[in-house]
């Protein structure tokens, strides 16, 4: 049985930092890609960031580029996403994805996602 959960997520004000986890079993975590996905209410599904297997190719959206940084811990079977410099926009419920590479992230196995509010 596959399942990833996510934690830490909570209510930061503008400027602050917040720190994502996502712990994953079932899966052969370090044959898989991992990423972050976010959906605010009206809004679109986005790709946050995404990392391969190995750690060696990291994507994020522009958006988040040089507040954001994706890692992985490959022992612990756990995915990060540390987040600085936050701002109202990036208010959204944050979720961890799973997939064979990270260009096919969406079809891959999702957790039940974590909320992350940001004040201004």
């Known amino acids: 049985q596959v399942q990833l959960v996510e934690s830490g997520g909570g209510l930061v004000q503008a400027g602050g930092s917040l720190r994502l986890s996502c712990g994953a079993t079932g899966i052969s975590f370090g044959s898989y890609a991992m990423g972050w996905f976010r959906q605010a209410p009206g809004k679109e599904r986005e790709s946050v960031a995404r990392i391969s297997s190995r750690g060696d190719s990291i994507y994020y959206t522009d958006p988040v580029k040089g507040r954001f940084t994706i890692s992985r811990d490959n022992a612990k079977k756990t995915v990060y996403l540390q987040m600085n410099s936050l701002k109202a926009e990036d208010t959204a419920s944050y979720y961890c994805?799973?997939?064979?590479?990270?260009?096919?992230?969406?079809?891959?196995?999702w957790g039940q996602g974590t909320q992350v509010t940001v004040s201004s």
């Open positions: 994805v799973a997939g064979g590479t990270t260009a096919t992230l969406e079809s891959g196995y």
